[in-house]
């Protein structure tokens, strides 16, 4: 069993930055993609941004391009770097580690998640 443990969420204002980490417990999670997905209120969990095992290859939902960057800070740790935070970006993030190693974006393609972490914008 991996255990997901996420940290930096929190209440900005819009234009603000907020930067997301996870850290898993196992190595097992080297070996695998790691990524971000999202969840607001009376909707249903969506991908935000995923990066492969080796670091070689990330991809983002096309409502956070530009703005988020996802990295890997070593093989069991990764964060997300959100800057121009929007109001639409309010949501509770969740990291979770993929099934394989590289980089998909169905939720289902996730094996371990962690238990996720409030990120509120204001307009």
């Known amino acids: 069993q991996v255990q997901l443990v996420e940290s930096g969420g929190g209440l900005v204002q819009a234009g603000d930055s907020l930067r997301l980490s996870c850290t898993a417990s196992r190595r097992t999670a080297s070996n695998n993609a790691m990524g971000w997905f999202r969840q607001a209120p009376g909707k249903e969990r969506e991908f935000v941004a995923a990066i492969d095992w080796r670091s070689d290859v990330t991809r983002y939902a096309d409502s956070v391009k530009g703005r988020f960057t996802i990295s890997r800070d070593n093989p069991n740790t990764v964060s997300l770097q959100m800057d121009s935070l929007k109001p639409e970006d309010t949501a509770v993030y969740f990291c979770?580690?993929?099934?394989?190693?590289?980089?998909?974006?169905?939720?289902?393609?996730?094996?371990?998640w962690g238990q996720g972490t409030q990120v509120t914008v204001s307009s």
């Open positions: 979770a580690v993929g099934l394989r190693s590289y980089v998909q974006t169905a939720t289902a393609a996730y094996r371990y």
